[in-house]
């Protein structure tokens, strides 16, 4: 099983990004769809879920508004559009999956996770 992200970089206060996590291995369309993120120096920040159909998403109040989870089954994929980025959003980002509608507090604790992407926003 493997779960890829892609996407991050270094932009500027206000740009856009969009992450994609490519998953093989797994049925994807049986797991929700997470994304957390770990800035320097902090603990684990879950950011987003989505469930397997893709039909309910959740967000952290952090990022509510800005950032929106989406997934194609028949693609094995999963993304998260994140705009308006801020210094504060700054951070190595995982996707994950797992059978249970769970946050977990580490990344190690879902079913299956992946190398993560860094993200990097300037002021």
């Known amino acids: 099983v493997q779960l890829v992200e892609s996407g991050g970089g270094l932009v500027q206060a206000g740009d856009s990004l969009r992450l994609s996590c490519a998953a093989s291995g797994l049925t994807f369309g049986s797991y929700w769809m997470y994304w957390v993120r770990q800035a320097p120096g902090k603990g684990l920040e879950w950011v987003s879920s989505?469930?397997?159909?893709?039909?309910?998403?959740y967000y952290a109040e952090s990022v509510a508004g800005r950032f929106t989870i989406s997934r194609d089954n028949a693609k094995n994929t999963g993304y998260l559009q994140m705009n308006s980025l801020g210094p504060e959003d700054t951070a190595v980002y995982y996707c994950?999956?797992?059978?249970?509608?769970?946050?977990?507090?580490?990344?190690?604790?879902?079913?299956?996770w992946g190398q993560g992407t860094q993200v990097t926003v300037s002021s």
């Open positions: 994950a999956a797992d059978r249970t509608p769970i946050i977990k507090p580490a990344a190690t604790d879902y079913d299956y």
């Open positions: 989505i469930n397997t159909g893709g039909d309910s998403s």
